[in-house]
């Protein structure tokens, strides 16, 4: 279990030769004799045993991995020179502050991963290195949640703001502590890098020689290196697990630039403070990281905590396709998008029946066409925003409370926001915080996921389902569910965002959505399925489509939902099946039919849809681990909705500046699924015809390739 550079290798050696010079006859006889001449011509010195690694009630010795979140701020150093032989130089320092938006998402929080490797002395003495890596929180339409400005006037310059913001930035420290019985104190330094972005903005004015007007923003991104120093704590969790707490301070020098739109001459420096919570994993030593890079870490979970992980990749590729015009979400042929994700999910038991959980993700990527041009778009995995560079967001943060009943006990395996244990059959079940609607609602075990499933939205969820939530599918709100028997009646109360598709939640609760559902289980010939039929209606300032078509008609531009939105209110209903015909083979079926006057407000253009599709497993075939899928939906729009697009409207996701010849938007998609390692491989097509109602355009093959870990 344990390995040091040097010291366990001459450990080793010295018993090798031992063992050598044991071997009687046979086969080596003239090599034992030879290794034994040599040890006769050895010092008579009582044996040296190398020191033997601390083993106490935990092995800190070994190999490690890990994942950290926390919160950080900074300060900046600035002077600017303006152009022109003696120009007096400008100085001043700004913060990057620390600060927190629950609503709308964004604060100067992060999360990222660290590794490295330990080695204890028999006096307890740890000695160690860490490299690390971590992404601050964005808000990605107003990037870099980690950032700070000074706004400074002169004459020279008239009137400018200076700012930087940290997009993402790590470290690579020696370690040294103390292993106690139960725990770890240890202090850390070493080299720190990050990569910035430094921006100019002319506010007012004009600077020397009229090289900068209002209005125009210098940008440069540079890297700095720096120093790294800090301290922490860690304790053991359970077996091969252990937590940490950390203060790190991180400094850069002054370094030079020169924005070209000011002919300026620009130095900043830069100071940052974290404190992070940090959870490791011991590899151990190099013949387990193997098994670690193929198997993943064993699951975390104790009778208080426990901690889950994922990572996906997706990446997709369009074809060239029959494109004759297009607009401004329109889906651009013979292009190629990635996403990637990683999320933590850790949660704590508070008390009886009570969970606490929060989810912190990496997301990094854009869909194809940045998420547009299909209302029944072919990734799941993409969100309505992307960003080119990784940022953090945190995606779930709720407390959800059971309460027994009575009926059967059930046995409840540990997962994803799931501690194991039991529950009866007949139970409460409370949810409030922040967290996706579909995590509740319209869930379906053969359609639901986009990083194990189907990919396509309109197949994964129902097309006409316009949950609550930002940009990002997450809201805020309260859901209540009552198992009863083979019913379960659900209800909840959900916030919307401050517009139609924004990032940011409506702080005041004053746009939002009531969504119920009621849950029928049965069985047909020992087969289990169940049927549930989904309603919501969502209250908020949203535009009709006809009110948008006359003021186009009069102005003579455009149609604009946004000049007509007043609060008025939508609604919709939808069915959701899911059937199991024999073992190892499902069905599934959707279709939903919403208000087709007035605007989806959150999730994309379906005013009526229908799906269904089949998943089966493997084991039909005699390979447990693998999946196939085949799935067909149909997506269709009101004719007022179809006037609206045809005259230059833009929705959610479709809107090619015209739409003379519409017709349903019609898409297929079968899907193989097959484990690699400790990952699964999936690789996907889609076929995609009238994309965004438009028989104009297409058909559209998506290639889709998807490689999915968790544990």
């Known amino acids: 279990m344990s390995y040091s550079f040097g010291l366990s290798f001459v450990r080793v050696a010295g018993r090798g030769m031992k063992r050598i010079c044991k071997i009687g006859g046979g086969i080596g006889i003239a090599l034992a004799t030879h290794s034994c001449a040599i040890a006769a011509d050895l010092p008579a010195n009582p044996p040296v045993k190398a020191p033997a690694p601390y083993l106490a009630s935990y092995d800190w010795n070994g190999w490690y991995a890990g994942v950290h979140v926390g919160a950080i701020r900074g300060i900046s150093n600035w002077s600017a020179i303006p152009p022109g032989a003696g120009a007096p130089s400008l100085s001043g320092s700004f913060d990057l502050p620390f600060h927190f938006d629950f609503m709308g998402g ?18 307890r003495v740890l000695l160690g290195f860490e490299s690390d890596i971590s992404f601050p929180n964005s808000d990605v339409q107003v990037p870099y949640s980690v950032r700070g400005s000074q706004t400074v006037t002169s004459p020279l310059t008239g009137q400018v703001t200076y700012g930087e913001a940290v997009i993402h930035y790590g470290s690579a420290r020696a370690r040294i502590g103390y292993a106690f019985d139960h725990f770890l104190l240890y202090g850390t330094g070493g080299l720190a890098w990050s990569y910035d972005q430094v921006t100019r903005t002319q506010v007012d004015g004009v600077s020397f020689g ?88 064993s699951a975390l979970e104790t009778d ?50 009570a969970e606490a959980w929060i989810n912190p993700e990496i997301d990094q990527g854009f869909g194809l066409s940045s998420s547009v041009g299909a209302a029944g778009f072919p990734s799941g995995e993409a969100y309505k925003v992307g960003a080119s560079y990784p940022y953090t967001r945190l995606h779930r943060a709720f407390l959800r409370q059971t309460i027994d009943l009575g009926g059967e006990v059930q046995k409840v395996d540990a997962g994803l926001n799931q501690f194991s244990g039991t529950q009866t059959s007949d139970r409460l079940v409370f949810t409030v915080g922040k967290f996706s609607v579909g995590d509740i609602f ?199 909705h179809q006037a609206f697009l045809n005259a230059d409207g833009l929705g959610i996701l479709v809107g090619d500046g015209m739409l003379p010849h519409p017709g349903n938007e019609k898409i297929f998609e079968t899907y193989y699924s097959f484990p690699v390692f400790a990952a699964k491989v999936t690789l996907d097509y889609q076929l995609i015809v009238n994309p965004a109602y438009n028989r104009d355009r297409g058909p559209v093959s998506v290639l889709g390739f998807r490689v999915h870990s968790q544990y």
């Open 442 to 640: 319209d869930t379906n075990k053969y359609a639901h996921d986009p990083r194990s499933d189907f990919m396509n939205w309109t197949i994964i969820d129902t097309g006409t389902f316009d949950y609550a939530a930002d940009a990002w599918a997450y809201t805020v709100g309260a859901a209540a569910e009552w198992y009863q028997g083979p019913w379960t009646f659900r209800g909840g109360l959900f916030d919307l965002s401050v517009a139609p598709n924004a990032t940011r939640l409506d702080s005041r609760f004053s746009q939002f959505q009531w969504v119920g559902e009621i849950e029928r289980r049965y069985a047909i010939w020992d087969q289990p399925g169940k049927i549930a039929i989904s309603g919501f209606l969502t209250r908020g300032r949203m535009g009709s489509f006809q009110d948008a078509i006359q003021l186009a008609a009069q102005n003579g531009g455009p149609a604009d939902i946004a000049a007509v939105r007043r609060y008025q209110s939508r609604g919709g209903i939808s069915m959701n099946l899911e059937q199991q015909l024999i073992p190892n083979v499902g069905f599934f079926a959707r279709a939903g039919i919403a208000d087709g006057k007035k605007e989806p407000y959150e999730f994309t253009d379906v005013d009526r849809t229908v799906a269904a599709g089949l998943s089966i497993s493997g084991k039909q075939w005699g390979r447990d681990g693998d999946t196939f899928g085949i799935a067909g939906v149909v997506n269709g729009i009101t004719n007022v």
């Open 210 to 297: 009229g090289f900068a007007t209002p209005g125009t923003v210098d940008t440069r991104l540079l890297w700095r290196l720096g120093w790294a120093a800090g301290a922490g704590i860690e304790i053991p969790l359970a077996a091969n697990w252990t937590a940490k707490a950390e203060y790190l301070s991180t400094g850069f020098g002054y370094k030079g630039m020169r924005f070209t739109g000011a002919a300026e001459a620009f130095n900043s420096d830069l100071a940052m403070q974290s404190i992070r919570l940090g959870l490791n994993y011991r590899i151990g030593d190099d013949s387990r990281i193997p098994d670690f890079l193929t198997k993943g870490p």
């Open 106 to 123: 964004t604060g100067s929080y992060l999360a990222g991963f660290q590794g490295g490797y330990n080695y204890v002395f028999p006096s």
């Open 304 to 353: 208080r905590f426990a901690f889950h992980a994922q990572a996906t990749y997706v990446g997709q590729y369009a074809p060239p396709f029959r494109a004759p015009y297009g607009g401004r979400n329109s889906l651009d042929p013979n292009t190629g998008r990635e996403t990637f994700d990683t999320t933590l999910y850790a949660g704590v038991r508070l008390w009886k029946g």
